[in-house]
């Protein structure tokens, strides 16, 4: 039979007490908190989140990857976490953590390449004559400069000389020979050396190297049983601007030893490049000799051809423990093949120079976590200028951002005002495009209902977000009548006086017959543009390199060049690799003839954003959030800054205060809504004053939750009891469980 604490009063009335001191306030719906690590999605702000569909939108799938610690603990707990409540549940707040410490890789090694030449004047060239030995003298007079100039088939110009017989008065030429010299001559043309091209197959492989491109007519005389040969010298060449781009970047791989990092390559002779190919064909392969701490002198065979088993991220790797250090000293850090063939297939660069970068990083990237940001959005020509519009900024944060989304503006009407924007997946294609969100009619006037502000929302909260994945950031003082037309360049570096970051956008829609790229030197029979499927700007039919839009660290000072719709903003100049702030199209977008862009629907162009950056230190394998790493103890002042290391020396910023940041995001009960919490990957025993700096959230700020403690990947009850009693765990708030699931 129940007891009853009913206490009589008088006929019929009857109290009773109840000890709520300890009772959740609300407890009618489970609403769980978590802190932890998701592969993507914003960082350190509570999001709520009804089903995991939508948890994977924001914040990625499940991923089985392990840490680097000794009991290998799942590194990303939280996704299965949140994957098994959201089948019982459908209301969870997430808040995602980055890092606060950056790293050190203190050096970055590098590939660059050697631009292509701008030929000068065709008229009145400057003559010079000789004779030449046809099987290759060395004592002939053009032999030095012939013989290291490749021929059609693969051999030296002399090689390919000398492998021929000739009759008297036979001749061929070498580039570009005034007709007239040409048209008197009474024997029979042969094969040149390099066929009949007079393009750039001739002049980036003639150049002196200071402002001459050499052309040559061979005449043989059978009398002397000699060449005689007039060479032709135009002047006024120049190197493009596609010279000393790093397409490559290398950095050590590394480890901690104790407190110290130890990285496995630091100095200028650590890396070397051999080739007898690169320096006229950019897709060679080529040597690297590599000297690492660990495992002494290595040499690597790689090419920048990504269709090549020895493309060199399939031969390095692209991570810092995705090989052993001993035998992988470095790893590529950015890559741009993409880009490299782009500029090969236009003549645009001659080949890679044999002359390594070496490039001191200091503390670039000894930065906290960022978020990643769209270029300027600027307006049409008017007056000569472009105006500031508008920045794009992703919703998620850290490197993952970098690549999970683009923008692509269309419709784009002069006369209305008016334009389209879409959210697209960032690893389409235009031709089959992933819209993830559309926003049409959009306006730059803040009194129309279409104002874009209005309809995305904004990163300063004045308009409300709408959108998953972006918000704005409006320049303020935006003209309210202009429209979308292009964007400035994205964010690159000054490595040692080379470039590193760059990107070749669209920037015309193609007729048949247009010559764009080359095979050998052969136009490429390029097809008209199916211009609905096509995109201005960043383009799948060109392509482009994601490493492009990789955080470049907190001093980078330079940008690649933009884009605009406009070859009236060709004349425009800008802090860029070029010096001209954009690419632009051939079209005269603001006049009455715009060429393809009359219509609207072809009004079209594409960018995304760059810069997000996670913040961790790549080169621990595990998180330092245990109680070591607690400022000011002797484990964390043996790695902050004054001892090489990374932790700041004024306030802590160890991977333990990115978890306490997470974990105080859920300190106002007012602003969200919970009654259970957890951590993932924080358990009472490797993590005790985490685990109690929870327990004083929940118990102190809260008072209405309870906390789900995690218990050590222990085999037995047994163990996890004793390590409780250890540990002194007493708080009505909480509970623990076991085991591990």
Same mark, same amino acid.
């Given at each position: ?32 908190? #978590? ?42 707990? !939280? ?44 008229? /009145?060239?400057? #003559? ?112 493009? /601007? ?14 901690? *030893?104790?407190?110290?990092?130890? #990285? ?45 088993t020895k493309y060199i991220t399939k031969v390095l790797g692209s991570d810092v423990f995705d090989k052993a ?22 003549? #645009? *660069? ?28 600027? $307006? ?33 009407? !002069? ?56 918000? !704005? ?15 400035? +360049? ?25 010559? *764009?790229?080359?095979? $050998? ?89 760059? +810069? ?5 230190? *790549? ?20 790695? /902050? ?41 924080? /358990? ?58």
């Amino acid at each position: 039979m129940a007891t009853s604490n009913r206490v009589f009063v008088s006929p019929g009335v009857y109290t009773s007490e109840k000890d709520l001191t300890f009772v959740a306030q609300s407890v009618g719906v489970t609403t769980l908190g #978590l802190v932890g690590e998701t592969l993507k999605g914003p960082a350190f702000e509570p999001l709520l989140i009804t089903s995991f569909d939508e948890f994977k939108t924001y914040f990625g799938n499940t991923s089985p990857e392990k840490d680097g610690s000794s009991l290998k603990n799942p590194k990303y707990e !939280l996704p299965y976490v949140a994957k098994a409540y959201l089948q019982e549940s459908n209301q969870l707040f997430v808040t995602r953590i980055l890092g606060l410490t950056g790293y050190l890789p203190v050096k970055t090694f590098g590939l660059k390449t050697i631009g292509g030449i701008n030929l000068g004047s065709t008229t /009145n060239p400057s #003559l010079g004559s000789t004779t030449y030995v046809p099987s290759g003298s060395t004592s002939s007079t053009y032999y030095a400069e012939l013989t290291g100039k490749t021929a059609t088939t693969g051999d030296s110009v002399p090689e390919f000389i000398a492998a021929d017989t000739y009759s008297h008065n036979e001749w061929f030429t070498i580039g570009l020979v005034p007709s007239g010299s040409t048209s008197i001559l009474t024997g029979s043309e042969i094969v040149s050396p390099i066929g009949d091209f007079t393009n750039y197959q001739w002049y980036n492989n003639f150049f002196n190297g200071t402002n001459t491109v050499y052309a040559y007519l061979f005449i043989y005389n059978s009398g002397t049983t000699l060449f005689n040969v007039t060479r032709f010298g135009y002047s006024g060449a120049t190197v493009n /601007n596609y010279s000393d781009i790093t397409v490559a970047a290398l950095r050590s791989r590394g480890r901690y *030893v104790g407190s110290t990092l130890t #990285l496995e390559v630091t100095g200028d002779t650590g890396f070397t490049i051999d080739s007898t190919t690169i320096e006229q064909n950019p897709l060679g392969e080529f040597t690297m000799n590599i000297a690492g701490a660990t495992g002494g002198n290595k040499s690597f065979t790689c090419s920048m051809d990504k269709t090549s088993t020895k493309y060199i991220t399939k031969v390095l790797g692209s991570d810092v423990f995705d090989k052993a250090y001993s035998d992988y000293p470095l790893y590529v850090y950015e890559a741009y093949p993409i880009f490299l063939k782009a500029l090969n297939d236009r003549g #645009l *660069v001659r080949g890679l120079s044999l002359s390594e970068v070496y490039h001191t990083v200091g503390d670039d990237f000894l930065h906290e976590w960022d978020t990643a940001m769209s270029p300027m959005v600027v $307006s049409e020509v008017r007056g000569g200028k472009v105006d500031d519009l508008f920045e794009v900024v992703t919703i998620s944060d850290g490197d993952s951002s970098n690549s999970q989304i683009k923008i692509t503006i269309l419709n784009i009407n !002069l006369e209305t005002s008016e334009f389209d924007l879409l959210v697209r997946d960032f690893n389409d294609t235009d031709e089959n495009m992933v819209i993830l969100e559309k926003y049409s009619r959009c306006s730059m006037n803040p009194e129309l209902p279409g104002y874009v502000a209005l309809k995305i929302g904004t990163s300063d909260t004045k308009y409300e977000l709408r959108s998953k994945y972006i918000m !704005l950031v409006m320049n303020e003082a935006h003209p309210t009548d202009a429209v979308p037309s292009g964007f400035k +360049g994205f964010k690159a570096d000054t490595l040692s006086s080379t470039i590193l970051g760059n990107v070749m956008y669209k920037t015309e829609f193609y007729d048949a017959g247009d010559v *764009v790229t080359y095979t $050998s030197g052969v136009p490429d029979n390029t097809p008209e543009d199916r211009i609905r499927k096509v995109s201005l700007g960043l383009s799948s039919q060109v392509g482009f390199d994601s490493h492009l839009f990789k955080y470049k660290g907190h001093n980078a000072d330079t940008t690649s060049t933009g884009f605009h719709l406009s070859v009236n903003a060709a004349g425009l100049t800008g802090d860029t690799i070029t010096g001209f702030a954009f690419d632009c199209t051939p079209y005269d977008f603001e006049g009455t003839d715009k060429g393809k862009l009359d219509t609207v629907s072809y009004r079209k162009f594409t960018f995304t954003v760059c +810069g997000g950056f996670d913040g961790w230190d *790549v080169y621990r394998s595990y998180r330092t959030f245990e109680d070591a790493y607690i400022y000011k103890k002797s484990t964390y002042d043996a790695c /902050n800054t004054d001892n090489g290391g990374v932790f700041n020396v004024d306030l802590g910023n160890s991977d333990y205060y990115a978890y306490l940041a997470g974990i105080t995001t859920f300190g106002n009960p007012e602003a969200i809504d919970i009654n259970v919490f957890a951590t993932p990957g924080i /358990n009472f025993k490797d993590h005790s004053s985490l685990t109690t700096q929870a327990i004083d959230m929940i118990e102190t700020d809260r008072a209405d939750s309870l906390y789900i403690i995690a218990t050590p990947n222990y085999d037995t009850a047994d163990e996890v009891i004793n390590e409780m009693d250890t540990v002194g765990l007493d708080s009505n708030y909480s509970a623990v469980y076991w085991p591990w699931i």
